[in-house]
């Protein structure tokens, strides 16, 4: 069976850090494209970053660019969302997913085909 497991969430406060893992089983991630998305309540699922499968290219959403750093660890078969000077605002529960898109559908849920459990993550003073 494939898994996808995220930890790594939690409660931080205004400018904090935390380092969100995304651990598979039952595939090897190297061959996906990996996107990290969130949904916060209320809201609908948005994709916060991705790196692509077959380039490696690297994709953020305008919100998080300069303070979210994706990459992989292929001997942990893991990719890792590292979030740093964190705002209320990035509240929400964080998933990872894995899949076959494109650049232009790297924040396209849809796209994905397996997706973890997801992780909270709450900024707050």
């Known amino acids: 069976q494939v898994h996808l497991v995220e930890s790594g969430g939690g409660s931080v406060q205004p400018g904090g850090s935390l380092k969100l893992s995304c651990v598979a089983s039952?595939?090897?991630?190297?061959?996906?494209?990996i996107g990290w998305f969130r949904q916060a309540p209320g809201k609908e699922r948005e994709g916060v970053s991705a790196?692509?499968?077959?380039?490696?290219?690297?994709f953020y959403a305008d919100s998080v660019k300069g303070r979210f750093t994706i990459s992989r660890d292929k001997d942990k078969n893991s990719v890792s969302l590292e979030m740093n000077n964190l705002k209320p605002e990035d509240t929400a529960v964080y998933y990872c997913?894995?899949?076959?898109?494109?650049?232009?559908?790297?924040?396209?849920?849809?796209?994905?085909?397996?997706w973890g459990q997801g992780t909270q993550v709450t900024v707050s003073s």
């Open positions: 790196i692509n499968n077959n380039d490696g290219n690297i």
């Open positions: 039952g595939i090897a991630l190297d061959y996906y494209s």
């Open positions: 997913a894995a899949g076959f898109v494109g650049p232009r559908s790297w924040n396209w849920p849809p796209g994905y085909q397996t």
